[in-house]
């Protein structure tokens, strides 16, 4: 069983930051790619920023230059520093990750977590 954890989630100010973590545990032999995604009211889900096993780090053009994607691969733990929020950047914030459970199991199994509320008010 893999799960994938959430925190750090809050209400801020317009111009404010917050720090979001995505902890994964259980059966766990690598982790690939991890991708934080957003889901405003409404809206469908939208890609926010993906950083690979080696660190290369992509992300949307809404939140380039303000936010910071960053992993720790010995605590398999993604976070997602978050600068300068805008009313804009509301939205419940998803992890998902591409895992491979065992040595034995020759693909990886993209997982996603419960999501954490990210609410900016102006």
């Known amino acids: 069983q893999v799960q994938l954890v959430e925190s750090g989630g809050g209400l801020v100010q317009a111009g404010g930051s917050l720090r979001l973590s995505c902890a994964a545990s259980?059966?766990?032999?690598?982790?690939?790619?991890m991708n934080w995604y957003r889901q405003a009211p409404g809206k469908q889900r939208e890609y926010v920023a993906r950083?690979?096993?080696?660190?290369?780090?992509n992300y949307a053009d809404s939140v380039k230059g303000r936010f910071t994607i960053s992993r720790d691969n010995a605590k398999n733990t993604m976070y997602l520093q978050m600068n300068s929020l805008k009313p804009e950047d509301t939205a419940v914030y998803y992890c998902?990750?591409?895992?491979?459970?065992?040595?034995?199991?020759?693909?990886?199994?993209?997982?996603w977590g419960q999501g954490t509320q990210v609410t900016v008010s102006s």
């Open positions: 998902n990750a591409d895992i491979r459970r065992s040595r034995g199991d020759p693909f990886y199994t993209s997982y």
């Open positions: 259980g059966s766990i032999f690598s982790i690939n790619t």
């Open positions: 950083i690979t096993s080696g660190g290369s780090t």
